[in-house]
């Protein structure tokens, strides 16, 4: 005797409307992660390392 209940096969290809969102929204994230660290990498760039010595007045100790 049959099963009045059906099956469904499940495959395993088939992802959830919220799995799918999900793994977008962390593709947008590392997306924005790489161009924050760029942005970084360029603003560190631009940065003079000589630049703090002229900025501040030496003051002679007097004692």
């Known amino acids: 005797?049959?099963?009045p209940i059906k099956s469904v096969p499940v495959t395993?290809?088939?992802e959830?409307?919220?799995a799918i969102e999900r793994?977008?929204?962390a593709q947008a994230l590392d997306r924005a992660d790489a161009?924050?660290?760029e942005k970084r990498r360029t603003s560190y760039a631009a940065i003079?390392?000589?630049a703090s010595k002229?900025?501040?007045l030496a003051?002679?100790?007097t004692g």
């Open 16 to 18: 959830s409307a919220y």
């Open 23 to 25: 793994k977008m929204q």
């Open 54 to 56: 002229w900025r501040y």
């Open 35 to 37: 161009l924050r660290t």
């Open 48 to 50: 003079d390392s000589n």
């Open 12 to 14: 395993a290809t088939s």
């Open 59 to 61: 003051t002679p100790v």
């Open 1 to 3: 005797m049959r099963s």
